[in-house]
């Protein structure tokens, strides 16, 4: 079994800086495809960034430029880098990726439980 725990978010202030951390664990041969996805109330869940295993990055159109995807292959952990936060970026995010385990190397996605982050004055 694999777990992907987030950390990193919390409130801050319209302008502000926040940086998530997304680490996966368990039965692992390789983490492929990471990502971040974000929900905000009353509305359905939307692809923020992705980084693929040979770190080529993709992001919404809302955040380019203010916000930089990551991972560190070592530690199987992907980062997002938020910056200038806007209230409407306030919402859980969810770390996503694509996993190879045993016994067939087979790729299988898994998500975390999700970080609040809240933007607000």
């Known amino acids: 079994q694999v777990q992907l725990v987030e950390s990193g978010g919390g409130l801050v202030q319209p302008g502000g800086s926040l940086r998530l951390s997304c680490a996966a664990s368990?039965?692992?041969?390789?983490?492929?495809?990471m990502a971040w996805y974000r929900q905000a109330p009353g509305q359905q869940r939307e692809s923020v960034a992705g980084?693929?295993?040979?770190?080529?990055?993709t992001y919404a159109d809302s955040v380019k430029g203010r916000f930089t995807i990551s991972r560190d292959n070592g530690k199987n952990t992907v980062y997002l880098q938020m910056n200038n936060l806007k209230p409407e970026d306030t919402a859980v995010y969810y770390c996503?990726?694509?996993?190879?385990?045993?016994?067939?190397?087979?790729?299988?996605?898994?998500w975390g439980k999700g970080t609040l982050v809240t933007v607000s004055s």
């Open positions: 980084i693929s295993s040979g770190a080529r990055t």
């Open positions: 996503h990726a694509v996993v190879a385990g045993p016994p067939y190397n087979y790729n299988k996605d898994y």
């Open positions: 368990g039965n692992i041969f390789s983490v492929n495809e």
